[in-house]
Nanobody
Framework: QVQVVESGGGLVRAGDSLRLSCAAS?????????MAWFRQALGKEREWIGT????????YYTDFAEGRFTISRDNAKSTVFLQMNSLRPEDTAVYYC???????????????????WGKGTQVTVSS
């Protein structure tokens, strides 16, 4: 099993920055192939933000995240970060971290690619 815990959410103003963290633990965490961030706003479907491949640090982003959001990792701590800049009220959502340990499945943007999920952290951006 893998435990996934997100942190760093909170209430910020439009234009501010915020960095979320996602820590993975458990025996299977050492087999991590990729880690991703998703978000879900109230009343909307969950949407993919981006993914980082663990061995290569290659990153992939959805269109709205390009240029504002950056995913990075700390290998030693099995932690991945989501740096969010120039936040907007429409970025308000619960942000989730997900882990792919199998290394195969659908494209990175699909939730069913991932095997373990955190419970999420709330980000609220006021105007």
């Amino acid at each position: 099993q893998v435990q996934v815990v997100e942190s760093g959410g909170g209430l910020v103003r439009a234009g501010d920055s915020l960095r979320l963290s996602c820590a993975a633990s458990g025996r299977r965490a050492f087999n991590t192939h990729a880690m991703a961030w998703f978000r879900q706003a109230l009343g909307k479907e969950r949407e993919w933000i981006g993914t980082i491949r663990w061995r290569t640090s290659d990153t992939y982003y959805t269109d709205f995240a390009e240029g504002r959001f950056t995913i990075s990792r700390d290998n030693a701590k099995s932690t991945v970060f989501l740096q969010m800049n120039s936040l907007r009220p429409e970025d308000t959502a619960v942000y989730y971290c997900a882990i792919d340990v199998t290394g195969y499945g659908g494209a990175y943007k699909y939730g069913n690619r991932y095997d373990y999920w955190g419970k999420g952290t709330q980000v609220t951006v006021s105007s």
